[in-house]
């Protein structure tokens, strides 16, 4: 059933974000650093703007509303109870004792912080009746879906804390959400936002198999996501989306399946991302803003993002932006963190096309120690899902201001430096400094970098030059 509430939350978001015009973005002035000072000191003032949210001492344990620890109850119905008596209180804890607590989807509200208790499990149905139909978008498309199986819609102060376990029971061998093809669905969905369809038409849901995420917040402010663990989720795991004011901490993400990436904020401003562990089938962390139509009519960008302290193991990417970055990103620093599985394919990841658009810019990556990783060190690819013919589309992506300083890795992988981009749109101002990578088959292949910087790189153990760009 879609929610009313949620189609007027569609409504009120779409209005908001067209105040963020292409215009607006695509006419600010080009940064270009000097030295890591500048980014380091525009980090430090950002992340005195992320402040997480705190909330009331109250308490509303599910166990007041009926719930039971067998891990066979249905207890959706003693989570929305607990939840809604405690936003309608001015807010709290809904606290999830220790034990094993089967339920649907549940709904946060404003001022509600759910709290796990040490080792307490929540595992989610395998049922999709038990997920409503709600907006969301599906890998950048707005629309009417499952809701994720956590999710809020215009919220304030929002938190789900504690050293327990969200366990989507999502499985290969049962068949349960990993096996589900999305291919026809997926298709649909593209040609849908290509024909500016209005979102809340675009009814998916039962039948699509557009398997939802863990937790998805939509137009919300003030989020905490901090110490629990989650694993086995249907798709993504952690999922802002045109949020604002959010510290994801100490969470750890372990889980092998597909579009298991571990957090993608999406069209979102002031993250911080920090001290967390990701293990994951696909990107540890995707950065994005909205895919094609959808991504360029709300144009706005991701921005001011921080992670930091953070350990990448298996993934597609480590630190990625794209590709549904349709809507651009900007200010994107990563800091202090340890990357090291032979099934890590890159560890700073951009990744876009003709068709996507948008500006990527002042993008900072420093003090990152890296064991192995599969295919790149740094790579920028525009040719990211387009035609076999190679032909261009209509909206040539912008890449400008990378820094990169003190990356160094023990074994390489197939590339240091790589760049596939389009002549007409070469990346801009690439700076690649104190950096020390072994191991690598090719140091350096780029085709199309304007103003490219090497500053004492090592590659392979000789001191590398930027190579010759025709």
Same mark, same amino acid.
């Given at each position: 059933?879609?929610?009313? *509430?949620?189609?007027?939350?569609?409504?009120?978001?779409?209005? $908001?974000?067209?105040?963020?015009?292409?215009?607006?973005?695509?006419?600010?002035?080009?940064?270009?650093?000097k030295s890591s000072a500048e980014p380091l000191a525009e980090m430090e003032k950002l992340r005195k703007l992320i402040k997480a949210p705190v909330f009331k001492k109250a308490d509303f344990p599910i166990t007041k509303y009926g719930a039971v620890a067998d891990g066979k109850t249905n207890n959706t119905e003693a989570f929305k109870k607990a939840i809604d008596d405690c936003s309608k209180s001015g807010g709290g804890t809904v606290t999830v004792p220790l034990g094993t607590w089967l339920t649907g989807a549940i709904c946060l509200k404003d001022n509600v912080n759910l709290h796990l208790v040490d080792s307490a499990k929540i595992m989610f149905s395998l049922d999709s009746k038990d997920y409503p139909i709600v907006f969301t978008r599906w890998e950048g498309i707005e629309c009417m879906n499952y809701s994720s199986l956590i999710y809020a819609n215009g919220a304030t102060n929002i938190?789900?804390?504690?050293?327990?376990?969200?366990?989507?029971?999502?499985?290969?061998?049962?068949?349960?959400?990993?096996?589900?093809?999305?291919?026809?669905?997926?298709?649909?969905?593209? *040609?849908?936002?290509?024909?500016? /369809?209005?979102?809340?038409?675009?009814?998916?849901?039962?039948?699509?198999?557009?398997?939802?995420?863990?937790?998805?917040?939509?137009?919300?402010?003030? /989020?905490?996501?901090?110490?629990?663990?989650?694993?086995?989720?249907?798709?993504?795991?952690?999922?802002?989306?045109?949020?604002?004011?959010?510290?994801?901490?100490?969470?750890?993400?372990?889980?092998?399946?597909?579009?298991?990436?571990?957090?993608?904020?999406?069209?979102?401003?002031?993250?911080?991302?920090?001290?967390?562990?990701?293990?994951?089938?696909?990107?540890?962390?995707?950065?994005?803003?909205?895919?094609?139509?959808?991504?360029?009519?709300?144009?706005?960008?991701?921005?001011?993002?921080?992670?930091?302290?953070?350990?990448?193991?298996?993934?597609?990417?480590?630190?990625?932006?794209?590709? *549904? /970055?349709?809507?651009?990103?900007?200010?994107?620093? $990563?800091?202090?963190?340890?990357?090291?599985?032979?099934?890590?394919?890159?560890?700073?990841?951009?990744?876009?096309?003709?068709?996507?658009?948008? /500006?990527?810019?002042?993008?900072?990556?420093?003090?990152?120690?890296?064991?192995?990783?599969?295919?790149?060190?740094?790579?920028?690819?525009?040719?990211?899902?387009?035609?076999?013919?190679?032909?261009?589309?209509?909206?040539?992506?912008?890449?400008?201001?990378?820094?990169?300083?003190?990356?160094?890795?023990?074994?390489?992988?197939?590339?240091?430096?790589?760049?596939?981009?389009?002549?007409?749109?070469?990346?801009?101002?690439?700076?690649?400094?104190?950096?020390?990578?072994?191991?690598?088959?090719?140091?350096?292949?780029?085709?199309?970098?304007?103003?490219?910087?090497?500053?004492?790189?090592?590659?392979?153990?000789?001191?590398?030059?930027?190579?010759?760009?025709?």
């Amino acid at each position: 059933m879609i929610k009313k *509430e949620d189609m007027t939350k569609t409504v009120l978001t779409a209005a $908001a974000c067209v105040l963020f015009t292409a215009a607006s973005f695509a006419q600010s002035a080009a940064t270009t650093w000097k030295s890591s000072a500048e980014p380091l000191a525009e980090m430090e003032k950002l992340r005195k703007l992320i402040k997480a949210p705190v909330f009331k001492k109250a308490d509303f344990p599910i166990t007041k509303y009926g719930a039971v620890a067998d891990g066979k109850t249905n207890n959706t119905e003693a989570f929305k109870k607990a939840i809604d008596d405690c936003s309608k209180s001015g807010g709290g804890t809904v606290t999830v004792p220790l034990g094993t607590w089967l339920t649907g989807a549940i709904c946060l509200k404003d001022n509600v912080n759910l709290h796990l208790v040490d080792s307490a499990k929540i595992m989610f149905s395998l049922d999709s009746k038990d997920y409503p139909i709600v907006f969301t978008r599906w890998e950048g498309i707005e629309c009417m879906n499952y809701s994720s199986l956590i999710y809020a819609n215009g919220a304030t102060n929002i938190a789900v804390t504690g050293n327990g376990t969200l366990d989507g029971q999502a499985n290969w061998q049962a068949g349960h959400w990993w096996n589900w093809t999305t291919g026809a669905a997926r298709t649909k969905l593209a *040609e849908l936002n290509k024909q500016k /369809i209005d979102p809340t038409k675009r009814i998916m849901g039962d039948g699509s198999n557009l398997r939802p995420n863990m937790v998805t917040l939509v137009n919300c402010k003030n /989020i905490l996501i901090s110490d629990v663990k989650m694993q086995n989720s249907p798709m993504w795991f952690m999922h802002p989306l045109l949020s604002e004011n959010i510290t994801i901490s100490n969470v750890k993400v372990v889980s092998h399946g597909p579009n298991n990436d571990g957090c993608d904020p999406e069209s979102c401003k002031n993250v911080l991302i920090t001290h967390c562990l990701f293990d994951t089938g696909d990107d540890c962390i995707a950065i994005k803003s909205g895919r094609d139509e959808d991504g360029r009519r709300i144009n706005r960008p991701a921005e001011n993002h921080i992670v930091e302290w953070c350990t990448m193991k298996d993934g597609h990417g480590g630190v990625g932006i794209g590709s *549904e /970055i349709s809507g651009g990103a900007k200010n994107i620093y $990563a800091m202090n963190c340890d990357m090291d599985s032979p099934n890590l394919n890159i560890v700073l990841r951009l990744k876009t096309s003709s068709f996507r658009g948008g /500006i990527i810019e002042n993008i900072f990556m420093k003090d990152v120690k890296v064991g192995t990783f599969k295919d790149a060190a740094v790579s920028f690819n525009m040719y990211y899902e387009t035609p076999k013919d190679g032909k261009p589309g209509d909206f040539m992506p912008t890449i400008r201001n990378i820094w990169v300083e003190n990356l160094s890795v023990e074994k390489g992988g197939n590339y240091g430096v790589f760049a596939h981009v389009y002549p007409q749109s070469p990346v801009q101002n690439l700076h690649v400094v104190n950096c020390d990578m072994r191991g690598v088959k090719t140091p350096t292949q780029v085709d199309n970098v304007t103003n490219m910087v090497y500053d004492n790189v090592k590659m392979n153990g000789v001191i590398a030059a930027v190579p010759a760009i025709k």
